[in-house]
Each structure stands twice: as structure tokens, then as C-alpha cells.
């Protein structure tokens, strides 16, 4: 979604503040802005409608000079993407101001902003907002007091950052319910939405509380939590090198991510497993007891994520013999449940700060659920701050808007985490030591998968003139299935469906024709012999077949079957594997349509608002 980027200090910080908005494009963004308070007092903009090369292009032009900055990368959300509703927007003069977020009373403020005499130049929330601490401003002359008096007023979500030309030496920042982190420099400080933003300047960061508000001046930071009280928050070093902000050798970084599974896959096992069993304390230190008599899993998850839920469903059932349901976090919100006994909760989301997952969470907590389990790629976010035990992914950064090695490593963390929960509910200890071997097994697997890149990449040639595709699998391989058709649809914008090869002949097989190919996952489990059933009724109309199948599962590539071999790999852990053929697919696809793969159109990397 939208980027924050803020700096203050000794040097001039247009450059610093046009790295961060270039790092944080992976969120997705249709203009961006900057605001710089210069030598005499003044505040700076400039604001471009496109990419940030067109704002870079811009201040090449006429430079922003100034040792206090803020700057931001928009995401549309209240009004149409244009100059006058870009960030960073100001009240008269003096005052600027970036956001992230939505502030949900945002009308009924705004008409009271204007009976005071200000006047709106744009459609956006964030103006609103600006108005309002000016407002205040103006009766309390001291931006911090200003600030913290105008948030009171505000209902929605928001990061804010917020400098003023009176005060040149520092910029205030809040947050509540958007993420929102703080770099921690040598005579010199940062703010940023996401770590990535501030890398080429620091490593150390701090992470705000929700209600924090702060001070940030470039010889110190001063923080308050929601309460008012000073408070201190602990400075954490990131983890990742700087080098995974770039491609590399690689044409995008989707390939990258895509490529880099092995490594990360293995990470999320790293001091989680033995050889044979897992590790449940790495859950957690309450982990044995919340997970003791746990009768249900309720999962909430978004987009993929909610795909890597619909697997761990399978394997929750199968393995730990307890019931598991699975819902999209945005419908689980707006409806009345049913709360068995003993149900745990889990949330899964890439960034930890997806809006809706959240705000399930935060519903949940105060439900009665008996505990909340996280599984997220970032250490300092939301979800895991605000949850009861937490896996962390260890995928390191994902800059491609679709996601490929979070989803694997999501699947890793959620066998993981099964193993556990079914060890209590008396999963024998020798199956679980064939899970854990066969794991441990699956990062050469998906080795072994990515050298059949180059036949992929051939395969891929016959969806180019094609606008529909059609994605089947069974039992545990069908939310792969949902997964492959919807990399394709997001990154080639090939109109893909999926669905349980059973179901056939309850409706898909009207649109099988020689213009529709049929994309299967076909691993050596129970369900092949049907599923090669299911395959001879798409034959038998006229449609081409692209199967990925186990070596020893028999399916023979004829006329208008297409066959890519597939290493073979435990029933259990087939789903993270099948996985990686059906984002090479998609990806070659996408290249050769010419698409832009790392930033698909109308879509952003992480949803931090409804």
C-alpha cells in the first residue's frame, strides 16, 4: 500500500528520502510526493502523478534542499490518483504532512474544518488531517501537542508524519493500525513504513507501539505511549543483508524469490526441528500449554496466505485429528460466529500488517478464543506483537507484488506447527519422524524442480494467445491448484479459475475447449488414479493438458497431454513443492506477454487498508 519515508539530519536529505520511496515501490503506489523544509524555513514539494522516476526526474530538475524531509508513495484511496491528491499535503504554508491509512471520519471533520475557514484542495482523507493539526497549532503552538490533540479526534487507521516550517529541527509521527518503524542513525534519524525503505542509511531500528507518538530529531527520539507516558522501545538490528533490496542477476525479483525457496525453506526449519521431531518450544514459551487440549483451529488469512491455510486444514485434520475451518479475514469480520471451546487462532500474513487479518485478530481477542497463533515474515509487525505464539517465516523481503516464497514458507511453518499441535493429540512419534525426514528433504526437492526452469519456460509459449486457463487438483493439491491460477491471473492477467478435479463435471467442463488449456498438479498420492480419470473427461472435449506429475504416478504425455516430471516427494509435503512449477509458469507466461511482473497493475504488496 502507501510508503512513508522521513529523515532528519546534518546533510541534505532529497537523496535519502528518493532511495526509500524507490524501495518501498514494491508496496504498489500511483503517485508520490516529498516535502522538504529548507535553509530558510520554508517548506519544499514537489508531487508527480507515476512513478517515482518522474518524481526523481522532477527534483533533478529544481532539487528540494534541506536537512528535514518527509515523503511518500500513495496508494488510492479517497479520490482519484492525481497532483492535487498526492502526498505529502499541506495546511497554508507551513505545515506538511504524510499518511498512510484511512480515517473513517473524515466527512463529518472535514465540514468542520471548513465552517472554521479552511479550505480543501483535494479529496483526500489525509487533508482533512493536515487541517486539523494546523487547527490546533494555531491554539497551542507546539506541533508534538498539536499533533497528539488532533489524533484524539480521528477514528480509521493511520501512520502520520508531520513537519512544520516554526519548528525546522524535528518531525512528530504516530501511529495506530498502520505500521510504522524508526531508524536509528549516528547524528541522524529515519522513519519509514517498512525497514527495506531505510537500509543504504541504517540497520537498527525501533518499532512503535500502536497509540505511540514520537519525536524524531537527529541527536534523539522521544516516545510516548498512548497514555502519554514516556516510554522506551527497544532498538532491534535487522536481520537480512541490503543486498535483498536487489535483482541481482536475476531480470525481476519475482524469479529471485521464486529461485531462492530452497534457502528459505531451510531457514524456517533452522532450530525449529531435530532430524526427527519438532521443536514446539520455537512456538513459543507458553507453546506446550495453549496448545494442550486445543479441540479446533479457526485460520484467517487473505490471498495467498489464505491459500497456505486451506493446505494446513488438510494436514490439521489428517495428522492432528482436530477440526479446522478456514475463512478470508475480510468476511470472518462481518459476520456473527459460533466460537467452539478451545479454539485456537491463527493468523497468517506476509507483512503482519495486512488490515483486515488484523483486525480479525483484534476481534478475536476480545471473542474468547483460547489463544492466538501468528505465522508472519516480519518480526517487528503487528501480528506478531499482538499475538499469544508466533512462527516466523524467515522468507526474508518479498519486493514482488506476487508472492512466491512467503506462500512456501508459510506451508513450512504451518507442517511445523501441525507436527506440534498433533504430537498432543497422540500422532505417533515414528510418523512424525517420517514428516520431519521428508521435510527436511524438501528444499533439494525444490532444487530439483527449479532445473526444469528452461522446460517450463518452453511450455510456457502456449498461453500466450490464450485468455483463459483452467487450474485442477485434489484433496491437499486443490489450494495449490488456486494458487497457481492465481499467480497466473495476477502477474500475465490471464483470466485463471481452479478447481477440484471432481468437480468437473458439476460445471467447468462447459467452458473445456482447445482455446482453454487445463493446468494439473498430479503428485503419486491416493487421489491419482481419479484424478487421471478427471484428466481423460478434459481429453475427451478437446482440451489441452499441462500436468505436473510425480515420476511415479504414470501419466503419459500424447496428443494434447503435456507432461513435466516432477521429482517424487512425500504426500504430505507434495503441496509446498507442487507449488514452484506453477509460479515458473506463471512467470514465463507474464514475460512473455510483456506484463510488468514485479508490479501487476491495481494491485499492492501489502494491504494495510480495507
Not at 475451518?325 to 493468523?347: G, N, P, W
Not at 514458507?409 to 504430537?423: D, P, S
Not at 484433496?475 to 492477467?493: C, D, H, N, R, T
Request: aromatic content about 6%; overall charge negative; some cysteine.
Amino acid at each position: 500500500m502507501c510508503g512513508i519515508v522521513g529523515a532528519v539530519s546534518e546533510r541534505d536529505v532529497q537523496g535519502i528520502l528518493l532511495e526509500g520511496l524507490r524501495r518501498l515501490e514494491y508496496r504498489g503506489y500511483d503517485s508520490a510526493g516529498m516535502a522538504v523544509i529548507g535553509g530558510d524555513h520554508s517548506v519544499q514539494r514537489a508531487r508527480e502523478v507515476g512513478k517515482v522516476a518522474a518524481l526523481g526526474d522532477a527534483m533533478a530538475a529544481n532539487p528540494l534542499a534541506g536537512h528535514l524531509g518527509i515523503a511518500h508513495t500513495r496508494w488510492a484511496t479517497h479520490g482519484e490518483p492525481s497532483q492535487i491528491n498526492a502526498h505529502p499535503h499541506m495546511s497554508g504554508e507551513h505545515l506538511a504532512i504524510v499518511h498512510n491509512g484511512i480515517i473513517e471520519n473524515y466527512q463529518e471533520l472535514r465540514e468542520e474544518l471548513r465552517a472554521d475557514g479552511f479550505e480543501f484542495t483535494s479529496q483526500t482523507d489525509t487533508e482533512v488531517v493536515a487541517h486539523l493539526i494546523e487547527k490546533n497549532y494555531r491554539a497551542l503552538g507546539n506541533l508534538h501537542e498539536s499533533v497528539r490533540a488532533s489524533i484524539a479526534r480521528l477514528r480509521g487507521a493511520y501512520a502520520l508524519a508531520v513537519v512544520h516550517a516554526d519548528e525546522p529541527d524535528h518531525m512528530v509521527v504516530c501511529r495506530e493500525g498502520s505500521p510504522l518503524v524508526i531508524g536509528v542513525g549516528i547524528g541522524e534519524n529515519f522513519i519509514a513504513s517498512d525497514q527495506l525503505a531505510l537500509l543504504p542509511v541504517t540497520d537498527r531500528f525501533m518499532f512503535l507501539e500502536e497509540g505511540d507518538i514520537a519525536d524524531i530529531k537527529k541527536d534523539g527520539i522521544t516516545i510516548l505511549d498512548r497514555e502519554g507516558h514516556s516510554v522506551e522501545r527497544e532498538v532491534a538490528r535487522f536481520e537480512h543483508g541490503a543486498d535483498s533490496a536487489d535483482k541481482g542477476e536475476y531480470r525481476h525479483f519475482m524469479l529471485k524469490e521464486i529461485y531462492e525457496q530452497p534457502k528459505v525453506i531451510k531457514a524456517t526449519m533452522e532450530g525449529r526441528v531435530t532430524k526427527t521431531r519438532v521443536l514446539e518450544q520455537a512456538l513459543g514459551t507458553e507453546a506446550a500449554n495453549l496448545l494442550e487440549n486445543v479441540r479446533h483451529v479457526q485460520i484467517i488469512a487473505c490471498g495467498t496466505s489464505y491459500h497456505a491455510g486451506m493446505v494446513a486444514r488438510y494436514w490439521i485434520e489428517e495428522l492432528a485429528g482436530v477440526a479446522c475451518s478456514v475463512e478470508v479475514a475480510s468476511e470472518f469480520r462481518y459476520r456473527k460466529h459460533v466460537i467452539q471451546q478451545d479454539t485456537l487462532f491463527l493468523c497468517i500474513s506476509q507483512s503482519g500488517e495486512t488490515a483486515d487479518t488484523l483486525a480479525a485478530l483484534r476481534q478475536a481477542k476480545r471473542a474468547g478464543f483460547r489463544a492466538a497463533l501468528a505465522i508472519c515474515n516480519v518480526p517487528g509487525s503487528s501480528l506478531v506483537r499482538e499475538s499469544d505464539l508466533v512462527i516466523m517465516t524467515q522468507a526474508g523481503p518479498e519486493i514482488g507484488v506476487a508472492s512466491t516464497k512467503a506462500f512456501t514458507t508459510q506451508l513450512t511453518a504451518l507442517l511445523i506447527f501441525t507436527l506440534a499441535l498433533a504430537r498432543h493429540n497422540g500422532l505417533p512419534e515414528e510418523q512424525e519422524a517420517e514428516i520431519v525426514e521428508a521435510l527436511h528433504l524438501v528444499p533439494g526437492q525444490v532444487s530439483d524442480v527449479l532445473a526444469l526452469d528452461g522446460e517450463i519456460a518452453e511450455m510456457s509459449k502456449a498461453f500466450i494467445d490464450k485468455n483463459h486457463s483452467l487450474f485442477l487438483g485434489r484433496g491437499s493439491q486443490f489450494p495449490v491448484a488456486l494458487e497457481g491460477a492465481l499467480k497466473l491471473k495476477e502477474i500475465s492477467y490471464i483470466h485463471a479459475e481452479a478447481y477440484p478435479a471432481g468437480e468437473l463435471k458439476h460445471g467447468p467442463l462447459a467452458l473445456v475447449d482447445s482455446e482453454m488449456p487445463v493446468v494439473t498438479v498430479a503428485p503419486n498420492n491416493d487421489l491419482v488414479e481419479k484424478l487421471k480419470s478427471n484428466l481423460e473427461e478434459v481429453r475427451a472435449r478437446g482440451g489441452e493438458l499441462f500436468v505436473f506429475a510425480d515420476r511415479k504416478a504414470d501419466v503419459k504425455a500424447e496428443d494434447g497431454i503435456h507432461v513435466m516430471q516432477i521429482p517424487s516427494v512425500h504426500p504430505i509435503t507434495a503441496p509446498i513443492v507442487y507449488t514452484v512449477p506453477l509460479q515458473l509458469l506463471s512467470y514465463h507466461v507474464a514475460v512473455l506477454k510483456g506484463t510488468d511482473v514485479d508490479q501487476p497493475r491495481n494491485l499492492a504488496k501489502s494491504v494495510t487498508v480495507e
